[in-house]
């Protein structure tokens, strides 16, 4: 993501979803990094979670961090696709 010029970052959020039947699976990780000039960038915060692949039912969860005021003006998202299926994401939160 490209937010256009350096801003002061407080947080992230990203919330996925899984269902199982159609091979919709939550990411096994979220990493953010960031970078002020799109080509060095730092890893700053990385999320796991404890739900199951085998979890039955509809499942929403958010991956969510500090981003401790750091400076940026590009941010790099990876949701680490573990399972070989789907990943659905509702929306990015960068604050």
């Not at 010029?5 to 990493?31: N, R």
């Not at 499942?59 to 680490?80: C, E, M, T």
């Amino acid at each position: 993501m490209d937010l256009e010029k350096i801003h002061e970052l407080s947080s992230f959020s990203a919330t996925f979803m899984q269902v199982i039947g159609p091979g919709v699976f939550l990411p096994g990780s979220v990493e953010v990094s960031i970078s002020g000039d799109g080509e060095t960038y730092q890893k700053v915060l990385t999320m796991d979670h404890s739900i199951s692949p085998e979890e039955k039912g509809l499942i929403f969860h958010d991956f969510k961090g500090s981003l401790d005021g750091k400076n940026a003006r590009y941010i790099h998202v990876i949701a680490k696709n573990t399972q070989s299926g789907f990943m659905f994401v509702d929306e990015l939160v960068i604050q």
